[in-house]
């Protein structure tokens, strides 16, 4: 296992991967804010506020749905870290990619650096093939969790040929992360097929769990006193055990798996993961 998790107790995981670049970036280009979007428990967004109050930045979050009070540990940590949060109704959340809606929001905020929902661009790519990078004992196949596809492509980017990579779709109806994981490559124009994502494994779809997972985590934690977070990890680790256990990999085949972070998004589901049982 990589313990991307360990990185930094905050803004730590493919997180940290993803904004180190932009923050780069950000200050390049003289610029002081950084806006970008997330859901009301992202991990993107609790990141980006701990990192922006870390190195100087004033943060804004624009947070899908409606406002509720009190606020959720996700946003009440951001909003202690200084971070501006603002709401979006579902229907206007759906424009944040549109030119003209980007427009709109500096004539709001004034000027900033944006930060895509998930942190997801070529620059974040590029924090993400270091994950590879870092690596210094040879392996066969590498395995992450897939939220938006752009930490697997940027671990594929940096895969030699004979090396797989399998991505753990957190997502109902994963098939979708074919296309964009493809697109996040296709300026790197190298051609890539050495990975692929696995679909069987979302729970229910994102941020959906069971009593199954929540046992999983509980025996996770016990047998190698590692926490799993719920949305992701577990997800992925769940999939690796079980392929492994129907015999899927070639024997004697070297694994890594990516722990991503996250964990502070187990807040939400606190009190379900410490009274179940593993059995």
């Given at each position: 296992?990589?313990?991307?998790?360990?990185?930094?107790?905050?803004?730590?995981?493919?997180?940290?991967?993803?904004?180190?670049?932009?923050?780069?970036?950000?200050?390049?280009?003289?610029?002081?804010?950084?806006?970008?979007?997330?859901?009301?428990?992202?991990?993107?967004?609790?990141?980006?506020?701990?990192?922006?109050?870390?190195?100087?930045?004033?943060?804004?979050?624009?947070?899908?749905?409606?406002?509720?009070?009190?606020?959720?540990?996700?946003?009440?940590?951001?909003?202690?870290?200084?971070?501006?949060?603002?709401?979006?109704?579902?229907?206007?959340?759906?424009?944040?990619?549109?030119?003209?809606?980007?427009?709109?929001?500096?004539?709001?905020?004034?000027?900033?650096?944006?930060?895509?929902?998930?942190?997801?661009?070529?620059?974040?790519?590029?924090?993400?093939?270091?994950?590879?990078?870092?690596?210094?004992?040879?392996?066969?196949?590498?395995?992450c969790a897939c939220?938006?596809?752009?930490?697997?492509?940027?671990?594929?980017?940096?895969?030699?040929?004979?090396?797989?990579?399998?991505?753990?779709?957190?997502?109902?109806?994963?098939?979708?992360?074919?296309?964009?994981?493809?697109?996040?490559?296709?300026?790197?124009?190298?051609?890539?097929?050495?990975?692929h994502i696995e679909?069987?494994y979302h729970f229910?779809?994102?941020?959906?769990?069971?009593?199954?997972?929540?046992?999983?985590?509980?025996?996770?934690?016990?047998?190698?006193?590692?926490?799993?977070?719920?949305?992701?990890?577990?997800?992925?680790?769940?999939?690796?055990?079980?392929?492994?256990?129907?015999?899927?990999?070639?024997?004697?085949?070297?694994?890594?798996?990516?722990?991503?972070?996250?964990?502070?998004?187990?807040?939400?589901?606190?009190?379900?993961?410490?009274?179940?049982?593993?059995?």
């Amino acid at each position: 296992m990589k313990r991307e998790d360990l990185t930094h107790p905050e803004f730590g995981g493919n997180k940290w991967r993803k904004l180190n670049y932009n923050l780069q970036q950000a200050r390049h280009n003289h610029q002081h804010t950084l806006l970008t979007f997330g859901g009301a428990w992202s991990n993107h967004i609790y990141a980006t506020a701990a990192a922006g109050k870390y190195f100087g930045f004033k943060t804004i979050g624009l947070i899908r749905g409606e406002n509720t009070t009190p606020l959720n540990p996700t946003l009440g940590f951001a909003r202690d870290c200084g971070m501006q949060v603002d709401y979006l109704d579902r229907k206007t959340y759906r424009n944040k990619h549109k030119p003209e809606f980007i427009q709109s929001l500096k004539h709001r905020y004034g000027d900033f650096y944006l930060l895509p929902e998930g942190g997801s661009n070529q620059l974040a790519l590029t924090g993400c093939r270091e994950i590879v990078t870092d690596i210094k004992q040879p392996f066969d196949v590498i395995c992450c969790a897939c939220g938006t596809g752009a930490t697997l492509a940027g671990i594929i980017s940096a895969l030699q040929p004979r090396q797989q990579a399998i991505g753990f779709s957190a997502l109902k109806g994963g098939q979708f992360l074919n296309r964009e994981i493809s697109q996040f490559l296709a300026p790197l124009k190298n051609r890539h097929s050495n990975w692929h994502i696995e679909t069987a494994y979302h729970f229910g779809g994102y941020a959906r769990t069971s009593d199954r997972l929540f046992q999983f985590i509980r025996f996770f934690e016990q047998q190698y006193h590692i926490p799993l977070d719920c949305v992701y990890t577990a997800k992925m680790f769940y999939g690796l055990f079980d392929l492994i256990k129907t015999g899927y990999f070639p024997d004697g085949s070297r694994i890594v798996a990516i722990h991503t972070g996250g964990l502070q998004g187990n807040a939400g589901f606190a009190e379900k993961i410490s009274t179940c049982k593993y059995v």
